[in-house]
């Protein structure tokens, strides 16, 4: 199991290096970047990433991606007028007086001892950026995992136990429909009915907790703070539940229809010893050790529409403003934290693998 584990860290270095290549090489072709939005705030032509997501975000990402095209006569497009002497300052201050390559090897020699710099427009490392927005998402993505976990296991195995039933048959179609429908449109049905939209005003639209959550006891801030992460959750859960209901459901009758069950009940035990002495274990095989995988797909994806309608400041929301507003260093970093997670959550996920049933061996396999 060692030379698997080693061998997989190993795989994970050329992985990385992959990854961040290919998106540095998409960055070097991107139109704008954060010199030329830097000369738009100074001429006045620069739109915020906030009024890009509001309304008018469509017709002003379209007008900066067609001005950026249209700079084919100049370096930078706007900066006419500016002094060249300022205009070089900027691409010092941005590192862009190197060339890409050099740039790049820099970038992966800084990010091999976890040094990501600085924020370009925050003036804040990009490390303590990550820690101030990391509360929300850990809350949407433990919160969401747990609960799509205590919900549809249950749901799974009641399914699988009375499969081709009346109740089988109605919450499938229920999950179905609830599967098709976008998390971010449950999200705003979800507020129009219950966050004073147009009917009922029974829940918070904005943020994690009350304006006085300080002052609140123990046991009103956990209610307080259960009360803002309902709808966002109930919205996110939608389709995780769906998944994970029937992936439950479809483990369980396959355990159920092999040989060793029908020799367990041949031998006189009722349904239930056969279910949680047998089949639970067996079928539960690819349901737990999918735990750290779900745990970091709820973390780490699926919540930036989320995040923005409930407005919630996590993650999501903040590589998404990274992006449009330039923001290199905290798009490379976000994007390199969330691989190297994602890849060593897939090692962990193959290790409970065996963890959970030792007879399964990795190193017998090629990776």
């Known amino acids: 199991m060692l030379t698997y584990i080693v061998r997989r860290i190993l795989l994970m270095i050329p992985t990385l290096l992959g990854i961040m290549l290919v998106s540095f090489l998409v960055i070097q072709f991107a139109p704008g970047g954060p010199v030329e939005r830097v000369i738009a705030q100074l001429t006045g032509n620069d739109v915020s990433a906030s009024q890009r997501i509001s309304?008018?975000?469509?017709?002003?990402?379209?007008?900066?991606?067609?001005?950026?095209?249209?700079?084919?006569?100049?370096?930078?497009?706007?900066?006419?007028?500016?002094?060249?002497?300022?205009?070089?300052?900027?691409?010092?201050?941005?590192?862009?007086?190197?060339?890409?390559?050099?740039?790049?090897?820099?970038?992966?020699?800084?990010?091999?001892?976890?040094?990501?710099?600085k924020s370009y427009f925050r003036d804040v490392s990009v490390i303590s950026l990550i820690k101030e927005k990391?509360?929300?998402?850990?809350?949407?993505?433990?919160?969401?995992?747990?609960?799509?976990?205590?919900?549809?296991?249950?749901?799974?195995?009641?399914?699988?136990?009375?499969?081709?039933?009346?109740?089988?048959?109605?919450?499938?179609?229920?999950?179905?429909?609830?599967?098709?429908?976008?998390?971010?449109?449950?999200?705003?049905?979800?507020?129009?009915?219950?966050?004073?939209?147009?009917?009922?005003?029974?829940?918070?639209?904005?943020?994690?907790?009350?304006?006085?959550?300080?002052?609140?006891?123990?046991?009103?801030?956990?209610?307080?703070?259960?009360?803002?992460?309902?709808?966002p959750l109930t919205a996110m859960a939608l389709g995780a539940f769906a998944t994970m209901t029937l992936l439950t459901k479809n483990s369980f009758l396959d355990e159920i229809r092999k040989q060793y069950v029908m020799t367990a009940r041949a031998k006189g035990l009722d349904d239930r010893q056969v279910l949680y002495g047998h089949v639970f274990r067996n079928a539960m095989l690819i349901i737990i050790a999918g735990f750290p995988g779900a745990f970091v797909h709820a973390f780490f994806t699926g919540s930036l529409l989320i995040e923005t309608i409930f407005s919630l400041d996590g993650l999501g929301l903040l590589g998404f403003e990274s992006v449009l507003n330039r923001d290199y260093p905290v798009v490379f970093a976000t994007l390199f934290i969330f691989s190297l997670v994602g890849l060593v959550v897939n090692l962990i996920s193959d290790l409970m693998y065996t963890w959970v049933d030792p007879r399964i061996d990795f190193e017998a396999r090629e990776v």
């Open 55 to 117: 309304g008018g975000g469509a017709d002003a990402a379209r007008q900066a991606a067609s001005t950026a095209a249209e700079a084919a006569a100049s370096r930078y497009r706007g900066a006419q007028g500016l002094d060249p002497q300022f205009i070089a300052q900027l691409e010092k201050q941005f590192g862009f007086d190197k060339p890409a390559h050099e740039r790049f090897f820099l970038m992966l020699k800084n990010y091999a001892t976890f040094d990501f710099g």
């Open 134 to 231: 990391l509360p929300v998402s850990i809350s949407l993505g433990l919160w969401l995992t747990l609960l799509t976990y205590v919900i549809s296991i249950p749901l799974g195995i009641r399914k699988a136990i009375s499969d081709g039933s009346r109740f089988d048959v109605w919450t499938s179609a229920v999950i179905i429909v609830g599967y098709a429908i976008p998390g971010f449109l449950f999200a705003i049905l979800l507020i129009v009915l219950f966050a004073g939209g147009s009917f009922l005003d029974w829940f918070p639209l904005r943020g994690l907790h009350s304006d006085n959550y300080a002052e609140m006891s123990l046991a009103w801030k956990a209610i307080d703070y259960a009360w803002h992460l309902a709808l």
